[in-house]
């Protein structure tokens, strides 16, 4: 790092400004790793003859810019501008051009070609369609609708709920708000530390309380560690959690599920991506597992048929929808009923079914070809991959002496983007496996997948 060299300059910039922007610049360079400990205050002063005010106020302007993050008791700890990455993709557009792109949330969406237009030019002929898409729409989703999404969800995951358990909307984010407004925000809500950004900064932003649990590839969550937290509401990835890619074991199920119906807890299980499994391991869901006692179902279509889409739904506990339609009165699920119509075609005439088996299948070429390719290159000596049971994403465990940081700027360099796990970290974590990447391979063909890891191979080894 270059600041035992800080030479403050006189210009007329505040000290603390000047000692800030080289922060940011060492940050930027990659000098520090994500979650990195900054200096304590007292010996960054004494290194730098400057007052431990003028450091704290840099320290500040950090965590005001978000290069920086304050840990109770613990001090400043940095993070890394590729962190911005998970939240806002412009960091990449703007600085430079990539060709190979492991994103952890692209789909395969060849399977949809030319659905949406063919079924919309049928449902547009229907005689019943004008006065479908010209009357006010039902708060909850359309009747229709959801009796699909009941025969979609005993078909693929074997969950038996009612039509009035099941609530529509326009994206997770919007459920989440739902969620919040409906359980209260006097809640303790808990996270998986790393986790997928969006959830958690949805949340925060709407200024919950929320508490992390640490976890790692060999690491599940426990029953105690949410007692001891005090969560109220923990949200969990079963079937593929991102980063780890970790598929959540049937005994671990078991033990969540007991735990919300014992203490009156709830669950809210993600499942976004859980159509795709690649063992014939099939573990029921916790919402199975309770009989739909205190926990909260979540999907989203995104990931199964396109990531434009915005159709997501909830199915929640027997009896909760009642407080739900009287606290959100004017709620309104913002998914046309032309989208819905074009959906609920697709599961009733049994094209969502074939979808599922192409995406399994094809995913399952992708996932074989990723991890051979890897144990037949010069990686193979040193990149373990792990974690690729189920959904889009596996981990690679990489044995180098290079940082992560610089791992993943040798690959960008090359145009690869990838992301580093400990990039979703949401604190410091001192379980977390170093140099592990998150493969995500949806988005990518056969020979993306070839051409992206002969340049890692490139890079990647000395």
């Known amino acids: 790092m270059s600041l035992p060299g800080f030479l403050p300059k006189n210009n007329g910039t505040p000290l603390y400004l000047q000692l800030k922007e080289a922060l940011v610049n060492d940050i930027k360079l990659g000098k520090f790793e994500n979650m990195q400990k900054l200096p304590s205050r007292r010996k960054l002063s004494r290194e730098l003859n400057l007052s431990t005010t003028t450091i704290n106020n840099a320290y ?50 060849t399977a949809l070609k030319d659905i949406n237009l063919k079924l919309f030019d049928k449902i547009s002929q229907e005689p019943e369609y004008i006065e479908q898409i010209t009357r006010h729409g039902n708060k909850r989703g359309e009747k229709d609708f959801r009796t699909a999404l009941t025969k979609y969800m005993y078909e693929q995951r074997g969950i038996s709920c009612s039509i009035k358990d099941i609530f529509l909307g326009a994206g997770i984010q919007y459920l989440l708000t739902v969620l919040v407004m409906t359980l209260g925000m006097d809640k303790v809500y808990g996270f998986e530390n790393p986790t997928d950004y969006k959830m958690y900064i949805w949340l925060k932003n709407l ?37 780890t890619g970790r598929r959540m074991h049937i005994g671990e199920r078991v033990k969540l599920a007991d735990w919300c119906k014992k203490r009156g807890k709830y669950i809210v299980e993600v499942a976004t991506d859980g159509n795709l499994c690649h063992t014939d391991k099939k573990f029921s869901s916790l919402y199975s597992l309770s009989g739909g006692q205190n926990i909260i179902y979540l999907e989203s279509f995104e990931y199964t048929l396109t990531s434009n889409t915005k159709a997501s739904f909830m199915v929640l506990p027997s009896g909760m929808i009642e407080t739900v339609t009287n606290r959100l009165e004017a709620y309104s699920p913002l998914v046309t009923i032309t989208e819905q119509c074009i959906y609920q075609n697709i599961i009733n005439s049994g094209k969502l079914n074939k979808i599922i088996k192409y995406n399994n299948k094809i995913m399952g070429r992708k996932r074989n070809f990723l991890i051979e390719r890897v144990k037949n290159s010069r990686l193979g000596n040193c ?80």
């Not at 993050?69 to 400043?76: H, I, P, Q, Y």
């Not at 492991?102 to 395969?108: L, P």
């Not at 940082?403 to 992301?419: H, M, P, R």
């Open 383 to 462: 990149l373990k991959m792990i974690n690729h049971e189920s959904g889009m994403n596996m981990l690679g465990l990489l044995n180098s002496t290079m940082s992560g940081a610089e791992l993943t700027q040798a690959a960008f360099d090359k145009g690869v983007k990838i992301f580093e796990m400990n990039k979703f970290l949401l604190s410091p974590n001192p379980e977390i496996e170093h140099n592990a990447f998150v493969f995500g391979y949806a988005g990518l063909s056969m020979e993306d997948i070839d051409s992206a890891v002969s340049l890692l191979e490139q890079v990647w080894i000395p």
């Open 207 to 243: 200024g919950v309380d929320i508490k992390l649990i640490n976890i790692s590839v060999g690491k599940p969550i426990t029953p105690t560690e949410l007692d001891a937290a005090g969560i109220d509401v923990m949200f969990v990835m079963p079937e593929n959690q991102l980063p």
């Open 60 to 109: 500040q302007a950090l965590v005001d810019e978000g290069y920086a993050v304050t840990v109770d008791r613990s001090g400043f700890f940095v993070k890394s501008p590729f962190n911005d990455i998970v939240e806002n993709d412009f960091i990449w557009e703007k600085n430079n051009v990539y060709t190979y792109n492991f994103s952890y949330n692209n789909c395969d969406s």
